[in-house]
Every structure is written in structure tokens, then in C-alpha cells.
């Protein structure tokens, strides 16, 4: 059975093919306009699908590198009030060793005894610093309350410090099931090591009428192993700075080999585009010649 090729049919087809062209034009030009291979889910939908796996993981990625940052902040805070706490927990340990010599009189270990005084007021003040958002270093997750707070007596000496936040620790994700402490808790380090309570009884001790050599060396004692506590805080911490420089780094490589990955779904080839564009230019100019063959004129053209 044959088909019958009518004129109307020959130049439909024929006016198809040179829409059909446009098109192509057109998408060609969208893409070079843009510099995008894929400016929408239909161009090339497994593309597509590829590349929002890619842009979720990129997200992800930069979350954890914001983490890393916030947690480098709030560790260096802490870091950096440790490492003047035990500056002067070291320098209690100095004034310890002169007053333990048995040639002091009263008067020379009452000295000691203020200065003691003074350094203990330091170290209430470092332990109650706060970060870069005003939020306590020292108080477990109660951020907003002051840690430490002292008791005096009528003369505004100190006679006990207490302790009002929590042991709770503050976790900071870094990666994929990978967490970070951020924040030590000032009941673990400063009340668990009797930090106060041993300097109180060694300022107590030097200001007694009745002083007692022994029992001054024993909180001494108690004092060096509270300082030595207290480098092990600042080296944990430490470590931890290394820890997030490492993650960081890995993770920036990651990151980095990603966006290659989205360039190379999402990216046009500009060069490419331009060889297709003109070559679809000749494609045109063909059909539109032959077209111009094909379309015969009618009686219409000639009336005038």
C-alpha cells in the first residue's frame, strides 16, 4: 500500500524540521548564556539526580567545617584560660615552697597568706571567663550562669568557693558519627581536684598561730597534683586543636575533589557549545534552502 505525498504534507514536514532546528538553536544558546550543561531536572535527569547528591553532600560538608570552626573558637578560649590559670597555680606552688621554710616568722607568712589571697581571686576571675558570645567557658551546658562564686566574711575575705553550673559536656559534630567535646566543665576540673578548698586550707594554714609544718606540706602536696591536673586540661586541649586541624584539612580535600565533581556534571563546555551552535547555523541555512524549494507558490502569490 502506497502513501500519497501531498504538497501541505511535503511542507509541514519540511517546517517541522526547520522548528525542530530553532530549538536546538535555542537550547545551545540557553546553555551558553548560562554557562550551565543542565539549567533544568529535563535537560538530563540522571545528571540532575547525580548533581543534588552532590550539592546535599557539598552542604554537609561545609556544616562540618562551620562546626570545626565554632569549636576551634570556644577550645582556644578555654585553652588560652587554662594556660593563665596554671601560670599562677605555678606561682602558688613558688610562694608555697618559701612558706614552707620553717625560718618564716608570722608576719612573712601572713604575706604569703594575702598573696595567695590575691592569686585565688585570679583564678576565680579566669575560671568565669566567657567566649566570644558571652557564653561561660566553665559552667558544663548552664552557659549562661556564672561558674564560681565566692563566699566571704564581714572583711570580704574568701572562705569557701562554690561551684553553679553542671558536669554536662557540649558536643560539636565534625563528620559523619564524629563528634567533639567543646567545653570543660569547671565541677570536673576545678571542684573534683579541691583547687579552692586546698588553696583556702594552705591560706588558712600560713595565717594560724599555731602553724604546723606537716600539715602545710600536705596540702602542698594536694596543690602540685591539682596543678598537675590542670596540664593535663591544657594538653588534652591541645590535642584537640590538632585533632580539628586534621579534620579540617581532610575535609577541605573533600570538599574541594566535590566541587570538580558538580563542575564537571553542571559545568557547559563552552567550546564545544560553540562548534555545535555553528555547525546547527549550516544545518539551518540547509533546511531553510531547501525548504524554500520545497514550499512552491500558489496562486495566491500571484495575485496582487
Do not use: C, W
Not at 566541587?259 to 557549545?273: G, P, Q, R
Amino acid at each position: 500500500m502506497s502513501f500519497r505525498v501531498t504538497q501541505a504534507s511535503l511542507s509541514n514536514t519540511t517546517l517541522s524540521n526547520i522548528q525542530q532546528n530553532y530549538k536546538k538553536m535555542q537550547e545551545i544558546q540557553e546553555k551558553l548564556s548560562s554557562g550551565k550543561n543542565i539549567n533544568r531536572a529535563s535537560d538530563d535527569p540522571v545528571s540532575t539526580r547525580k548533581l543534588l547528591g552532590f550539592k546535599s553532600e557539598e552542604n554537609e560538608l561545609q556544616q562540618y567545617l562551620d562546626a570545626i570552626k565554632h569549636a576551634k573558637d570556644k577550645i582556644d578560649f578555654i585553652f588560652d584560660a587554662l594556660e593563665n590559670i596554671q601560670e599562677i597555680m605555678v606561682k602558688i606552688q613558688t610562694k608555697a615552697v618559701q612558706a614552707a621554710d620553717g625560718t618564716l616568722g608570722d608576719d612573712e607568712r601572713g604575706i604569703i597568706a594575702s598573696e595567695l589571697d590575691e592569686f585565688m581571686e585570679t583564678i576565680i576571675q579566669f575560671s568565669n571567663v566567657t567566649d566570644s558570645d558571652g557564653r561561660y567557658l566553665f559552667s558544663g551546658t548552664k552557659t549562661t550562669t556564672a561558674p564560681f562564686s565566692a563566699t566571704r566574711d564581714s572583711s570580704g575575705e574568701i572562705t569557701a568557693v562554690s561551684y553553679n553550673g553542671n558536669n554536662e559536656t557540649i558536643q560539636y559534630q565534625i563528620g559523619s558519627n564524629t563528634f567533639i567535646q567543646v567545653n570543660q566543665p569547671g565541677g570536673k576540673l576545678f571542684m573534683e581536684n579541691s583547687i579552692f578548698d586546698t588553696l583556702l586550707k594552705l591560706r588558712d594554714e600560713l595565717k594560724s598561730s599555731n602553724f604546723d609544718t606537716n600539715t602545710f606540706l600536705s596540702y602542698k602536696k594536694d596543690f602540685e597534683t591539682a596543678n598537675t591536673n590542670v596540664l593535663t586540661g591544657i594538653t588534652k586541649f591541645g590535642s584537640k586543636v590538632d585533632r580539628l586541624e586534621l579534620t579540617e584539612n581532610r575535609i577541605e580535600n573533600s570538599k574541594t575533589a566535590l566541587k570538580e565533581l558538580i563542575s564537571y556534571t553542571e559545568d557547559a563546555d563552552i567550546a564545544e557549545l560553540i562548534t555545535d551552535l555553528k555547525n546547527q547555523e549550516n544545518v539551518l541555512q540547509a533546511a531553510l534552502q531547501t525548504g524554500a524549494r520545497v514550499i512552491q507558490p500558489t496562486l495566491l502569490d500571484f495575485i496582487g
